[in-house]
């Protein structure tokens, strides 16, 4: 956190079982990344949404879940995303994701230089 100029350490919880998970949506934003939602992205889901004090991302298993599987977290309090069309690793989701979040919330505020900026820049 030092290093990268945050204030708070983001928590990374460690794999949970499926029957471990639901105590976790509990009045938390909760997004689900699944590569067969055709509906809504994760800018769709964040887009509008004021910055949440937390995020559970649920990333699922290689191979992805099963639809049934999204529909209990949908129903259990859960947004389902898509990543878009490139199917990731799980390991790799999850970092992508949070990166992701963070620019979203963080970055685009941050720093919009202009382009007589980028130019004296350049020389």
Do not use: M
């Not at 889901?45 to 099963?66: C, D, M, R, Y």
């Amino acid at each position: 956190a030092k290093q990268s100029g945050r204030g708070l350490i983001p928590i990374v919880q460690p794999i949970i079982t499926w029957g471990e998970l639901p105590p976790l949506l509990t009045d938390r934003f909760a997004l689900v990344a699944w590569e067969a939602e055709t509906i809504c992205s994760l800018r769709q889901a964040l887009t509008g949404q004021p910055q949440p004090s937390a995020v559970n991302l649920i990333i699922g298993p290689e191979g992805g879940f099963a639809p049934e599987e999204v529909a209990t977290l949908v129903q259990q309090g859960a947004q389902s995303v898509s990543l878009g069309p490139r199917i990731l690793r799980a390991e790799t989701a999850g970092p992508l994701t949070a990166a992701l979040i963070l620019y979203h919330y963080e970055a685009l505020d941050a720093f919009e230089p202009s382009l007589s900026t980028l130019s004296r820049k350049g020389r």
